[in-house]
């Protein structure tokens, strides 16, 4: 069994930033994705950014291209989003997912974009 855990949400001006990580642990064998998805209210979760383990390819939703980067760093098993020129649309609950033979999800946090 893999626990993610989610930190750096917050509420944050438009045209702001952050930074959200993402630390695995448990029962890890061999994460091959990690990433990014988020859900706002009413709407269904939405992929935001994911990236390979092994040669840390990144694939983004088109929404947030130019404004978002994701990265790993593999010694802690640790996802992070940076997050720049935020709008109020990114208004969410991100979670972090991986897949190690099963798929697994963080329990989320808020991001919340004020105009």
Request: net charge positive.
């Amino acid at each position: 069994q893999v626990q993610l855990v989610e930190s750096g949400g917050g509420l944050v001006q438009a045209g702001g930033s952050l930074r959200l990580s993402c630390a695995a642990s448990g029962r890890i064998y061999s994460i091959d994705v990690m990433g990014w998805y988020r859900q706002a209210p009413g709407k269904q979760r939405e992929l935001v950014a994911t990236i390979t383990t092994s040669n840390s390819r990144p694939n983004y939703a088109d929404s947030v291209k130019g404004r978002f980067t994701i990265s790993r760093d593999s010694a802690k098993n640790t996802v992070y989003l940076q997050m720049n020129s935020l709008q109020p649309d990114d208004t969410a609950v991100y979670y972090c997912n991986a897949r190690d033979y099963d798929w697994y999800w963080g329990q989320g946090t808020q991001v919340t974009v004020s105009s």
